[in-house]
């Protein structure tokens, strides 16, 4: 485990740009849905803990999510990737000497 690593995954935009009634992470992309391509990537880093802004279609998104060791962090205000970050501000207050990562559910390509 890295224990100076806090990752956080934005997992709550509707990607309406997708033009589809399912959020865009969720869509399959190689056999997994987007976001889980991404959250693969980001455990294999190792990291101390793993959160996920989650918003839209919230229950959807972790039901998907359900198995693995994440940790859920609401973005009530839901217009902007900063409303998505300061969603977890009080974690990162709490683990302000951790490297912090910060992810786009829909980056599933990212090594």
Wanted: aromatic content about 6%; proline content about 4%; glycine content about 6%.
């Amino acid at each position: 485990m890295n224990n100076r690593l806090l990752a956080l995954v934005l997992a709550a935009g509707e990607g309406t740009r997708f033009r589809s009634d399912k959020t865009k992470i969720l869509h399959p992309l190689l056999g997994k849905s987007m976001l889980r391509l991404v959250l693969d990537s980001v455990f294999r880093l190792k990291p101390e803990k793993v959160l996920l802004a989650v918003g839209y279609q919230r229950e959807a998104v972790i039901d998907e999510t359900a198995p693995l060791d994440v940790e859920y962090v609401d973005q009530i205000v839901k217009n902007s990737t900063a409303n998505a970050i300061f969603a977890a501000n009080d974690i990162f207050t709490k683990l302000k000497d951790k490297d912090l990562l910060i992810l786009g559910g829909n980056l599933p390509l990212v090594r």
